[in-house]
């Protein structure tokens, strides 16, 4: 079993900048990915960034260029770094982690965008 945590979420104004925080814990041999979702009010949840195990990364077009995905592959832990937030980045954030093909899900963390 994989357990996922996301942190960092919060209030900001636009044009500032936020870093999400995702940890993954528990019986891990091998994470193929970890990727950030968000889903904002009546929306489906959406596709953000995604980092592969050999460092590669994607992004989804709203967000090239203001927000990067990194990681610590000895903490099995992925960060986004968020920058010229704008109001229509509110979402709750996802984490998720493919491990042997299985998918787990963090509770996510709330961003607001908002002056």
């Known amino acids: 079993q994989v357990h996922v945590v996301e942190s960092g979420g919060g209030l900001v104004q636009p044009g500032g900048s936020l870093r999400l925080s995702c940890a993954a814990s528990g019986s891990i041999y091998r994470i193929a990915a970890m990727s950030w979702y968000r889903q904002a009010p009546g929306k489906q949840r959406d596709l953000v960034s995604v980092?592969?195990?050999?460092?590669?990364?994607n992004y989804a077009d709203s967000v090239k260029g203001r927000f990067t995905i990194s990681r610590d592959a000895a903490k099995n832990t992925v960060y986004l770094q968020m920058n010229s937030l704008k109001p229509e980045d509110t979402a709750v954030y996802y984490c998720?982690?493919?491990?042997?093909?299985?998918?787990?899900w963090g509770q996510g963390t709330q961003v607001t965008v908002s002056s």
């Open positions: 980092i592969f195990s050999d460092g590669s990364t």
């Open positions: 998720k982690v493919d491990h042997f093909g299985n998918f787990y």
